[in-house]
């Protein structure tokens, strides 16, 4: 286990905790992804929820067609404007996800200590003794005392809408399981999830590629989160098959990291993958409980030194139905950025929940209070120490600038940049102030038309911890030929005026590209 990554040393006080939390233009540097859905689809909520701190929205193809999401999605497009603040989309894919069908959508009370039958034959009706499930290879791939969970939206935690069952016998293709706590299923589908066992499903489903394909290119998604993924094969799978359709070349694939599979691989899948999801909801299911915080740590330790996101789920469950979390979600919420995640993501909290705005609001003020006692220092250290003489030219000028900052106590950190790699090597080393993100467009040509670049550079980058981007003029050079251009420094330095982030006085350090070198200066500013 790695050292603590909070800091308690002066001048963090007693006394501060009974201050009142300071309302900003960022509520935190940690990011927040919001799933939307029925309670979260208007533009009224939707605009609520980006001013509350919401910076990617996530679509979850598990429920609801294309029509649905397509109409959802133009409501965000419509909020954004009027907003006026970068949202990047996550379509997140079924994968290999088994379902109850519940065709009738009655009601299903399950009672403990009885049996239930589990049939791949979905002609039956579903009841308190017959479960119809969407695949006929459960039979082979169970045996008897395994563990089956089915729930509603992944997995609550709440006993009454969750069940746990015993496989008992297996008889043809059908299962016989013994129930062992008693729950009511209401809805149309149930997850269903067999504890530490392989699925002979594809990871990329005909489903997915499908809504991927029309879908997911008519919107050119920013981020696809890969569910279920287990192999790093995944992952260059999703990548060759985007790569075909026209305009998601450049989509980054995050890989959820739901079962005990994909920790086995969780080395390989990292390399492979431009971030990752700790998707605690369904870990938890195939895990130990007592062992789903270690892996928590190491896969955040392991993409913060590796550069690459790291996302953390199921944090503030109770907020789907409460105004308030509960003091444990609250403190999880916290260690998760102690941790070292860059952004937590609500689900069902802000897909059906009665409270979404709140629920965004309520974990940014938990997420900005966290960062002011994260141990930048120690952090700075150990990934400083990992990287080693192994260390890039561009990376070691992106570290000392982070370092530069801190010394001189910067307001912000301007960065400017094409592809916004840059940017992220500066975020690697955690920065206690903003990282601006300055993205310059670029001219390309597929031979047919031209194009400007930097749309999707700056959007992806909503999901890295720091990072707030600026989509510039295509007319200002990102690598200038003059270090002291005056015009392009003045672009970011008024949008950090106007978001109250920068001040009279202030000092500001610069990044950027002069020719084939990198520049790091640092500017005070005056009236």
Same mark, same amino acid.
């Given at each position: 286990m790695h ?5 308690l ?9 009974l ?10 540097m ?6 939307l ?13 980006l001013?509350a ?7 979850d ?7 649905f999401h ?6 965000l497009?419509i909020?954004?404007k009027?907003?006026?603040?970068l ?7 079924v994968g290999?996800e ?13 009672e ?5 039958l589990?049939?791949p ?7 308190s003794?017959l479960?119809?499930?969407?695949f ?5 791939a ?11 939206y992944?997995?609550s ?8 069952l015993?496989v008992?016998?297996v008889?043809?293709?059908d299962v ?11 809805g ?12 002979d499903?594809p ?9 991927i394909?029309?879908?997911g ?7 696809l989160?890969l569910?279920?993924t287990r192999h =790093? /094969? ?6 060759n $098959?985007l790569? *075909?359709?026209g305009?998601?070349?450049q989509? %980054? !694939?995050f890989?959820k ?5 994909g920790i086995?691989h969780?080395?390989e ?9 700790v ?8 895990l130990?409980s ?9 896969a955040?330790y ?13 944090v ?10 509960t003091?444990?979600?609250a403190t ?5 950025v102690?941790?070292g995640?860059d952004?937590i993501?609500?689900g069902?909290?802000t897909l ?10 309520t ?6 209070? =966290? /960062? ?6 120690? $952090?700075?250290? *150990? ?6 003489e %192994? !260390?890039?030219?561009?990376?070691s ?7 530069a ?9 301007i960065?400017?940049t094409?592809?916004g790699?840059a940017a ?16 310059i467009p670029r001219?390309?040509t597929?031979?047919l ?7 999707f ?6 999901i ?10 295509p007319r ?6 003059n ?13 950090g ?5 920068i ?25």
């Amino acid at each position: 286990m790695h050292s603590s990554n909070l800091r308690l040393e002066e001048p963090i006080r007693m006394a501060s905790i009974l201050e009142p939390s300071k309302l900003t233009f960022f509520p935190a540097m940690t990011k927040i992804v919001g799933t939307l859905g029925p309670k979260s689809r208007s533009v009224e909520i939707i605009s609520g929820c980006l001013k509350a701190g919401m910076s990617v929205a996530r679509f979850d193809f598990s429920w609801g067609d294309t029509k649905f999401h397509q109409e959802t999605l133009d409501n965000l497009k419509i909020a954004i404007k009027s907003v006026k603040k970068l949202c990047a989309v996550m379509l997140d894919t079924v994968g290999p996800e088994l379902h109850v069908v519940n065709k009738s959508e009655r009601p299903i009370s399950l009672e403990a200590d009885t049996m239930v039958l589990l049939t791949p034959d979905q002609d039956n009706e579903a009841s308190s003794n017959l479960l119809p499930i969407n695949f006929h290879g459960l039979s082979k791939a169970v045996k008897k005392g395994d563990n089956i969970f089915i729930g509603q939206y992944l997995f609550s935690g709440n006993e009454t809408t969750s069940v746990w069952l015993e496989v008992d016998e297996v008889k043809g293709e059908d299962v016989v399981c013994m129930i062992k706590n008693s729950a009511t299923l209401s809805g149309q589908l149930y997850t269903l999830h067999v504890s530490q066992i392989h699925i002979d499903l594809p990871t990329l489903t005909d489903k997915d590629k499908e809504v991927i394909s029309t879908w997911g290119v008519q919107n050119t998604i920013d981020i696809l989160a890969l569910s279920y993924t287990r192999h =790093a /094969e995944d992952i260059r799978h999703a990548r060759n $098959y985007l790569s *075909k359709l026209g305009g998601l070349d450049q989509t %980054q !694939i995050f890989a959820k990291i739901e079962n005990t599979e994909g920790i086995k691989h969780f080395d390989e899948i990292l390399q492979e993958a431009d971030g990752v999801i700790v998707s605690r909801g369904t870990l938890g299911i195939d895990l130990p409980s007592e062992k789903v915080f270690l892996f928590q740590k190491a896969a955040i330790y392991k993409c913060n030194v590796a550069g690459k996101p790291v996302v953390v789920t199921r944090v503030v469950d109770s907020m789907t139905d409460n105004l308030r979390p509960t003091r444990a979600e609250a403190t999880d919420v916290a260690n998760a950025v102690l941790d070292g995640c860059d952004a937590i993501l609500l689900g069902a909290e802000t897909l059906r929940g009665s409270y979404p705005v709140e629920s965004i609001s309520t974990v940014g003020r938990i997420c900005s209070e =966290a /960062e002011k006692v994260f141990n930048q220092d120690l $952090y700075y250290k *150990k990934t400083s120490k990992h990287v080693g003489e %192994q !260390i890039s030219h561009l990376e070691s000028i992106a570290s000392s600038a982070v370092r530069a900052a801190i010394m001189v106590k910067a307001s912000v950190i301007i960065c400017f940049t094409s592809s916004g790699r840059a940017a992220r090597l500066i975020a690697k080393y955690r920065p206690t102030m903003p990282v601006l993100s300055v993205v310059i467009p670029r001219l390309k040509t597929n031979q047919l038309r031209w194009t400007f670049t930097g749309a999707f550079e700056a959007r992806q980058s909503l999901i890295v911890k720091g990072i707030f981007p600026i989509l510039a003029d295509p007319r200002h050079p990102a690598e200038g030929k003059n270090v002291t251009d005056d015009s392009v420094l003045k672009v970011a330095l008024d949008h950090g005026k106007a978001f109250g982030i920068i001040n009279p006085h202030d000092r500001v350090v610069v990044f950027q590209k002069v020719g084939d070198s990198s520049v790091v200066k640092i500017i005070e500013l005056e009236n």
